[in-house]
């Protein structure tokens, strides 16, 4: 009988946190649990004696089995970077008939802002890292034979796009394994667990609309509050899932010359952001950005409309460099095109209040100019386009909507701001999860680092969270 469930933690607070939450939960469901720890495994994290005693305490008391991850070096990792010369070569990489050539491009992709890449104008040593840590992590982990238990139900992953958790995926999957993967919710007091995987939009619109219908049901209610709030936060550039400000990246004191006609807002994506696993990456609507962008430009030309390209300041690397700057730059000086570059401090929200319609390939920002009451269309798998009234998927749809843009029914808007201010399962063993640590059900914030205070002074220390 298959009973056992191999649940991976990270150096990731949250990926730590919510790992052992559902440890815990399995465990009290009469799960026999192992929590695959690689907390140490890229580096000696200096972890908070807080951290580490609530994990000692509480699978002790929930009897759930830890089994630390060190990392084992082979030098198969660095043979076999020997005899690649461009991406298609990484793409069909191999270890022990393991395809982890995804695992690695998502990696690298991520790395540098972009998917977009020549190997030859990337340092070979960040490029050998990385085939270096995936077939590192994949050799460590089989030589543990857990993932070869017999009686292994289950192995739940937080995220899925990071090295280890993808390469524990691959390995789950290729043993006809189950997976699961968990993710951060609407709030740090609750966590979501997906199917397929939070990326994929088929999975998120699924879980809308069971949403929808518990709340008209009577299951859930809804916090009228929270649900404004939300918008409120979007719609004023805060994003309160990812809590970044984007307005930080912007300036809106800064004016740009503006046509003086009807123009429409483009607004474009990273590229950096690719799963690990290609039936993932959903595919709806136009192929690409750049296809999406053409049939616009096309059809704005038609209709004699100005289009203002406005690229994301996530387009680059985080080193600062900006790897798609040859793609972006014919429309430069392109009749009927205003190109605002992902340097310039240029407002995108004064620039959406002004515009006769917006539009995204899949940019999260397309919801944010709903909320300000433009209408906006999506042309690509963005997750805010759950409804038809939302999409632009085709030639004849755009001409349509460029002729007359419409605000969808407000109901729509509604629905995503209430999902995305209330969805997700509380939290049972912790109180809230934050990016700096926890707090526990006893109300202790408990850091997860030592000195984590003095780190957040210094400035962005540490692993991701």
């Known amino acids: 009988m298959r009973n056992h469930v191999v649940v991976v933690v990270g150096a990731r607070v949250k990926s730590w946190a919510i790992g052992l939450e559902m440890a815990c939960t399995l465990a009290n469901a009469g799960k026999q649990v192992t929590i695959l720890d690689f907390s140490h495994f890229e580096k000696h994290w200096p972890f908070s004696l807080g951290r580490t005693f609530t994990q000692f305490k509480m699978s ?9 991850v060190r990392r084992k070096e082979t030098p198969l990792s660095l043979a076999s970077f020997s005899e690649i010369d461009s991406l298609d070569d990484l793409s069909e990489l191999k270890y022990q008939g393991y395809a982890i050539g995804d695992v690695i491009l998502a990696s690298i992709y991520a790395k540098f802002g972009s998917s977009s890449l020549d190997l030859s104008r990337i340092e070979k040593d960040e490029v050998r890292e990385t085939v270096a840590l995936v077939v590192d992590i994949l050799y460590s982990v089989l030589q543990l034979q857990v993932l070869k238990d017999i009686s292994l139900e289950e192995v739940i992953v937080f995220n899925g796009r990071e090295p280890i958790e993808a390469c524990c995926l691959l390995l789950a999957k290729q043993m006809n394994v189950s997976t699961r993967i968990s993710e951060r919710a609407s709030s740090s007091d609750k966590y979501c667990l997906y199917m397929q995987s939070p990326h994929t939009n088929s999975e998120w619109w699924d ?11 009577g299951k859930i209610s809804l916090s009228d509050e929270k649900i404004q709030a939300y918008k409120s936060q979007k719609s004023s550039g805060f994003d309160p899932f990812q809590r970044i400000k984007w307005r930080d990246f912007m300036d809106p004191a800064e004016r740009y010359d503006l046509p003086s006609s009807r123009y429409v807002m483009f607004y474009s994506v990273s590229t950096g952001e690719k799963s690990p696993f290609p039936e993932f990456d959903t595919k709806l609507g136009f192929l690409d950005q750049f296809k999406a962008l053409e049939a616009l ?3 704005a030309q038609s209709l004699n409309l100005t ?14 460099v900006d790897r798609e700057s040859a793609l972006w730059f014919k429309y430069q000086n392109r009749v009927g095109v205003v190109y605002i570059g992902p340097r310039e401090r240029t407002d995108s929200y004064v620039l959406a209040r002004s515009a006769y319609c917006c539009f995204t390939w899949r940019s999260t920002i397309g919801f944010d100019t709903l909320c300000l009451g433009i209408p906006t269309y999506s042309l690509g798998p963005s997750k805010w386009a759950l409804d038809q009234s939302l999409r632009a998927w085709d030639k004849e749809r755009l001409t349509q909507v460029l002729k007359s843009p419409e605000l969808p029914d407000q109901a729509l808007v509604d629905l995503y701001a209430s999902y995305m201010s209330h969805f997700g399962e509380n939290l049972r063993f912790f109180q809230k999860v934050e990016r700096w640590g926890f707090i526990s059900n006893s109300g202790k914030r408990v850091s997860n ?4 205070r003095l780190f957040n002074i210094l400035g962005h220390w540490g692993p991701r969270n």
Do not use: C, M, Y
Not at 207 to 217: G, L, P, R
Not at 307 to 320: A, E, F, K, T
């Open 60 to 68: 002790s008391q929930n009897k759930i089995k830890i089994q630390k």
């Open 207 to 217: 879980n809308i609309w069971k949403f929808d219908n518990s709340v008209k049901t």
């Open 297 to 299: 430009l096309e059809a």
């Open 307 to 320: 289009v203002v390209i406005r690229r994301h300041p996530n387009s680059l690397g985080v080193d600062g």
């Open 449 to 452: 680092f030592l000195f984590q």
